[in-house]
């Protein structure tokens, strides 16, 4: 907790790091990767992700009120344990879980690499653009999982050092999985391009 509130390098803690963190790596997503993500310092950048993927589900479930877990308690707080469980347990999870196919795909594209470290608050911080995605709009999904997905290129190619075509291949199964499945990116893309008579 001590190290949360009174940091003692990397990122600024708090709610006021938490918001400044959100505004820099969507204005200036080049800079806030080279100064900000540093070696061993994961926790803002969790936190960080948690608080994306909070307010996504929080916003889902909230406006579309079938969609919480069938706990046996009345609706609002199946809403807050639905959130609960998604926000400390799942993400966190799925958050090293992507780390560590990324850190495979590093592995062959680039050998002089950053650590799982870095890459752990890259795919947290490239989240940003999500917290919209649980407003059930469709082509608002579709354009936060690209940016999504275009901010873990920037992030993967800064921090470690390399390419952008090297950081596309490393960055490609775990944006598909977190933002273009965690965050429904992809089915919000199917439906934006069916409304426009494609099919994909």
Do not use: N
Not at 63 to 81: I, K, S, Y
Not at 151 to 178: E, N
């Amino acid at each position: 907790m001590t190290t949360w509130v009174e940091p003692e390098g990397g990122r600024e803690r708090g709610l006021e790091g938490l918001a400044k963190s959100f505004t820099q790596v969507l204005l200036s997503p080049v800079s806030f990767f080279d100064e900000a993500v540093s070696p061993g310092d994961q926790a803002p950048g969790l936190v960080f992700g948690m608080a994306v993927v909070l307010v996504a589900a929080a916003t889902r479930l909230t406006l579309t009120p079938t969609e919480p877990l069938a706990f046996p308690a009345a609706g609002w707080l199946r809403v807050v344990l639905t959130a609960a469980l998604v926000v400390m347990l799942v993400t966190p999870a799925a958050i090293h879980a992507l780390s560590a196919l990324q850190t495979l795909a590093l592995v062959v594209v680039a050998p002089s690499r950053a650590g799982v470290s870095e890459t752990v608050q890259v795919i947290a911080y490239a989240a940003a653009p999500c917290v919209v995605a649980g407003l059930g709009v469709p082509v608002v999904t579709a354009l936060a999982g690209l940016w999504a997905f275009a901010l873990l290129v920037v992030g993967t190619r800064v921090v470690h050092d390399i390419s952008w075509l090297r950081a596309l291949l490393a960055a490609f199964a775990p944006g598909v999985l977190a933002f273009g499945g965690g965050f429904g990116a992809w089915p919000a893309i199917q439906t934006v391009a069916a409304g426009a008579g494609l099919a994909l």
